[in-house]
């Protein structure tokens, strides 16, 4: 079973930076895509960018330009660089890791959530 431990979320001008990291721990396989998504009151959880054991990136268009995803594979942990936030950015964001379990077999797992609030 993984174990995800988020940190990094608060309260946050406009224009603002955060950085968000997710440590996994606890995985006997390998640890392939690891990401961020957000969930706003009454939206529904979208993905926010995310990052394979290689170093290939994806990140939604809203964020482009601002948020930067990274990883340490070494240490199980993604980070998210958030810049220039915006009020619209405010939302919780949730650790996405998958886990390859064999050659057609993953498990996914999400952290519990941290709060990102940006507002004057």
């Known amino acids: 079973q993984v174990q995800l431990v988020e940190s990094g979320g608060g309260l946050v001008q406009p224009g603002g930076s955060l950085r968000l990291s997710c440590a996994a721990s606890g995985s006997r396989f390998s640890i392939t895509v690891m990401g961020w998504y957000r969930q706003a009151p009454g939206n529904q959880r979208t993905l926010v960018a995310d990052i394979t054991s290689g170093g290939v990136t994806n990140s939604a268009d809203s964020v482009k330009g601002r948020f930067t995803i990274s990883r340490d594979n070494a240490e199980n942990t993604v980070y998210l660089q958030m810049n220039s936030l915006k009020p619209e950015d405010t939302a919780v964001y949730y650790c996405?890791?998958?886990?390859?379990?064999?050659?057609?077999?993953?498990?996914?797992?999400w952290g519990k959530g941290t709060l990102v609030s940006v507002s004057s």
């Open positions: 996405n890791v998958n886990e390859r379990l064999s050659a057609i077999h993953s498990r996914e797992y």
